[in-house]
Structure formats: C-alpha cells, structure tokens
C-alpha cells in the first residue's frame, strides 16, 4: 500500500521529536515513507550516506512509529537513496 502524504508527514512529524531539529535536517532532508507492502516499510533518503545511518540507527524508532500510524505491524524497514526508488520505478 502506498503511505500517503498526511502518513508521511506524520512519521516524519514524531520521528523529528525522537532525534532533534538537527539531527533532523541533517537526516531527513528529502525523506519519503513510501510503501509499505505487509513486512517492509520502505524509505527513500536523499543519499546513499543518510540512508545507511537511518536504517542502522533509527529503523527500530521508524517502525514503532509508523506501526502506529499506520495501525498494523511492520517489522521491517528498509531504507534506501532516492536514486534506488526512480531506478525501482522504471
């Protein structure tokens, strides 16, 4: 299921209050939360660098979030670069 747009913005929203406005702008400059198909929630950062630091040190704080928000389980959060996601899209 794709995550729409408020869906988004509201993990993004709590994930903001867990790391920081620093550590926010830093990291989530560019972020998309953009489906999750029943196990993986994907992420798009904006850069190979920022995508491995999330998914190393915040994906546990990503997935208890958006299982919230999105009102079912997801174990798994897989975080990529924006340039995976228009090359997945093609």
Do not use: C, W
């Amino acid at each position: 299921m794709k995550i729409s747009l408020i869906q988004d913005q509201a993990i993004a929203a709590r994930m903001a209050l867990i790391v920081g406005a620093d550590n926010f702008d830093r990291l989530f400059r560019g972020i998309q939360f953009d489906e999750f198909d029943g196990t993986v929630l994907y992420v798009y950062a904006a850069d190979e660098y920022r995508a491995s630091e999330i998914e190393d040190t915040l994906s546990l704080h990503i997935s208890t979030i958006a299982s919230g928000i999105l009102k079912r389980e997801v174990p798994i959060v897989m975080v990529l670069p924006q340039k995976q996601k228009q090359e997945r899209d093609v």
